[in-house]
């Protein structure tokens, strides 16, 4: 089974969290116009929550796909019943 569009934004929020986690200090921020007073700890705390809720659906995804029918019609390694393979022709398939 590929990887599922959670476990990528998983992945993603996971990274932008930490590097929040390492700045950790509040500094401020310039935009030009305006400055922003930004608190990396707490955002990255933020970011990390949210990654927990890609990854409980994410489990969920995959737990649904391994527990049940993964899809009608496909077979768990992704591939169609009963539709030869590409370059075996129909080996191993009923005629």
Same mark, same amino acid.
């Given at each position: 089974?590929?990887?599922?569009?959670?476990?990528?934004?998983?992945?993603?929020?996971?990274?932008?969290?930490?590097?929040?986690?390492?700045?950790?200090?509040?500094?401020?921020?310039?935009?030009?116009?305006?400055?922003?007073?930004?608190?990396?700890?707490?955002?990255?705390?933020?970011?990390? =929550? $949210?990654?927990? #809720?890609?990854?409980?659906?994410? %489990? @969920? *995804? =995959? $737990?649904?796909? #391994?527990?049940?029918?993964?899809? %009608? @019609? *496909?077979?768990?390694?992704?591939?169609?019943?009963?539709?030869?393979?590409?370059?075996?022709?129909?080996?191993?398939?009923?005629?």
């Amino acid at each position: 089974m590929a990887a599922g569009q959670e476990g990528k934004w998983k992945a993603a929020l996971q990274m932008v969290g930490l590097v929040g986690l390492m700045v950790h200090y509040p500094h401020t921020v310039d935009f030009g116009v305006y400055r922003v007073y930004f608190h990396f700890h707490e955002a990255g705390l933020v970011f990390l =929550y $949210l990654s927990i #809720f890609f990854s409980l659906l994410s %489990a @969920g *995804t =995959y $737990l649904r796909w #391994f527990v049940g029918e993964p899809t %009608a @019609g *496909t077979t768990r390694t992704g591939r169609s019943r009963g539709r030869p393979h590409p370059r075996r022709g129909n080996a191993g398939f009923p005629p």
